[in-house]
C-alpha cells in the first residue's frame, strides 16, 4: 500500500489485514522502486494517485516498464485524475470501505499466491 498520507496507508493497509492479507506499507513511489529494486517481489502495487515526488501515474509507468508482469490498482481520492485508465487492474475511490477492500481483493486470491502489497518481502506467504 503507497500513500504519502500516513493515516490513509495505515488504514487501508489495516482493512487488508483484517481481510486476511499481509500486507507491507511505503510512503511514496520513490521508496516502493527502491525496493522494487532490491528484489522484494509481490503481486499486486496498490497505490495512491496524488503524491509528492513520484506521483502514482509515474509509479505505474515505472511498474509497466521495469516489472511488466505486477499488478497494478490505484486508490485516490481525486477521481478527477481518473481521465483515462492508463492499464491499472482495480481503481478505488477514497475513503474506501472494508467491503469495497474485500470486492477488489478477494481473499481467495491471497490463498492463491496473490500478494497484495506495495512491497512484500517475497518468502513465498500471502501479502495482502
Given at each position: 500500500?503507497?500513500d504519502?498520507?500516513?493515516?490513509?496507508?495505515?488504514?487501508?493497509?489495516?482493512?487488508?489485514r483484517?481481510?486476511?492479507?499481509?500486507?507491507e506499507e511505503?510512503?511514496?513511489?520513490?521508496?516502493?522502486?527502491?525496493?522494487?529494486e532490491a528484489?522484494?517481489?509481490?503481486?499486486l502495487?496498490?497505490?495512491?494517485?496524488t503524491?509528492?515526488g513520484?506521483?502514482?501515474?509515474?509509479?505505474?509507468r515505472?511498474v509497466?516498464?521495469d516489472?511488466?508482469?505486477?499488478?497494478?490498482?490505484?486508490?485516490?481520492?481525486?477521481?478527477g485524475?481518473?481521465?483515462?485508465?492508463?492499464?491499472?487492474?482495480q481503481?478505488?475511490?477514497?475513503?474506501?470501505?472494508?467491503?469495497e477492500?474485500?470486492?477488489?481483493?478477494?481473499?481467495?486470491?491471497?490463498?492463491?499466491?496473490?500478494?497484495?502489497?506495495?512491497?512484500?518481502?517475497g518468502?513465498?506467504t500471502?501479502?495482502?
Amino acid at each position: 500500500m503507497i500513500d504519502d498520507e500516513a493515516l490513509v496507508r495505515e488504514a487501508v493497509a489495516e482493512m487488508l489485514r483484517v481481510l486476511g492479507h499481509a500486507v507491507e506499507e511505503a510512503g511514496d513511489g520513490a521508496e516502493a522502486v527502491r525496493r522494487l529494486e532490491a528484489g522484494e517481489s509481490f503481486d499486486l502495487v496498490l497505490s495512491d494517485l496524488t503524491m509528492p515526488g513520484m506521483s502514482g501515474w509515474d509509479l505505474i509507468r515505472r511498474v509497466r516498464a521495469d516489472w511488466p508482469g505486477l499488478r497494478v490498482a490505484i486508490i485516490t481520492g481525486t477521481p478527477g485524475t481518473l481521465v483515462a485508465h492508463r492499464d491499472v487492474e482495480q481503481i478505488l475511490l477514497k475513503p474506501v470501505t472494508l467491503a469495497e477492500l474485500r470486492q477488489a481483493f478477494p481473499l481467495s486470491d491471497a490463498s492463491a499466491g496473490m500478494r497484495n502489497a506495495t512491497d512484500a518481502k517475497g518468502d513465498g506467504t500471502s501479502r495482502g
